[in-house]
C-alpha cells in the first residue's frame, strides 16, 4: 500500500475554508485516496474517496490531480466542531486487500 | 441502520491476564477489521475477518488473535497482557460486494478502551 505524507498540524478559524493536501507518490493503478475524520476517544469516520479529478459531497471536497500524486481534502467554511484529525489513505478496496493502513494523520485546530 | 458497536467500551486488567472484545458489524455487512490505536503508534492494523476466515493480518505477535462467527460478529482475544497492550481498540465492518468497487469503505465502530496495570 503506498504510502502517505501529510502535515502534522493546521490551524483555522471558524468560517474559514481549510485545505489539507497529502501526498502519495508511489500510488498504484488500482488505489483510491480515502480521507478519514477522528475524534478523540472515537473511531475514524469515512469522510470522502475518490479515484481522480474532483469529488464532492455534503461535507468535503477532494481534488486529484491527473498524476494523482498528492490530493487535497477541502472543507468549507469550518466550524469549530470540525477540530479533529484527518487521516488520509490510499489502497485497493478491492476484497482481497482489504485493510488500511494509516498515517500520523493532520490534527485540524479551529479557532472562534 | 444501526452502527457498529464495540464492548465492553472500557476495560482494566493486569499484567498476564486476558481479555476478549466483541463488536457488531453493520447489518449485512460480512467484512470486520480490527485496529490497536495508541498515542505512540498510531492507528496500526490487526487483522480482518470475512466469512469467518481472516483473510488479512498486521504485524503483531501471536498473542493478539480474532475470530468471526456466522453472523459476521467478531471477537479480538488478546492473551498474557502487557502494559504495551493498553489502547484504544477499534473495530470497522465493510459491506465488501465483492466486486471490488470503491464504495466497500470501512465503518469504525467507538473502540474499546483497554487499560493493563
Known amino acids: 500500500l503506498a504510502k502517505t505524507t501529510q502535515p502534522i498540524s493546521m490551524d483555522s478559524y471558524e468560517g474559514q475554508e481549510v485545505n489539507i493536501t497529502c501526498s502519495h507518490n508511489n500510488i498504484a493503478t488500482n488505489d483510491y485516496i480515502t480521507w478519514y475524520q477522528q475524534f478523540p476517544s472515537q473511531g475514524p469516520r469515512f469522510i470522502i474517496q475518490g479515484y481522480k479529478t474532483k469529488v464532492t459531497n455534503e461535507v468535503a471536497s477532494l481534488f486529484i490531480p491527473a498524476d494523482r500524486k498528492s490530493s487535497t481534502l477541502s472543507l468549507p467554511r469550518v466550524s469549530l466542531s470540525d477540530t479533529a484529525v484527518y487521516y488520509c489513505l490510499v489502497g485497493d478496496p478491492s476484497y482481497n486487500t482489504d485493510k488500511l493502513i494509516f498515517g500520523t494523520g493532520t490534527r485540524l485546530q479551529v479557532f472562534p | 441502520k444501526a452502527g457498529v458497536t464495540q464492548t465492553p467500551r472500557y476495560l482494566i486488567k493486569t499484567r498476564g491476564q486476558q481479555v476478549t472484545l466483541s463488536c457488531s458489524p453493520i447489518s449485512g455487512h460480512r467484512s470486520v477489521s480490527w485496529y490497536q490505536q495508541t498515542p505512540g503508534q498510531g492507528l496500526q492494523f490487526l487483522f480482518e475477518y470475512f466469512s469467518e476466515t481472516q483473510r488479512n493480518k498486521g504485524n503483531f505477535p501471536g498473542r493478539f488473535s480474532g475470530r468471526q462467527f456466522s453472523n459476521s460478529r467478531s471477537e479480538m482475544n488478546v492473551s498474557t497482557l502487557e502494559l504495551g497492550d493498553s489502547a484504544l481498540y477499534l473495530c470497522?465492518?465493510?459491506?465488501?460486494?465483492?466486486?471490488?468497487?470503491?464504495?466497500?469503505?470501512?465503518?469504525f465502530g467507538p473502540g474499546t478502551r483497554l487499560t493493563v496495570l
Open positions: 470497522a465492518s465493510s459491506l465488501v460486494e465483492g466486486t471490488g468497487v470503491a464504495t466497500d469503505t470501512q465503518y
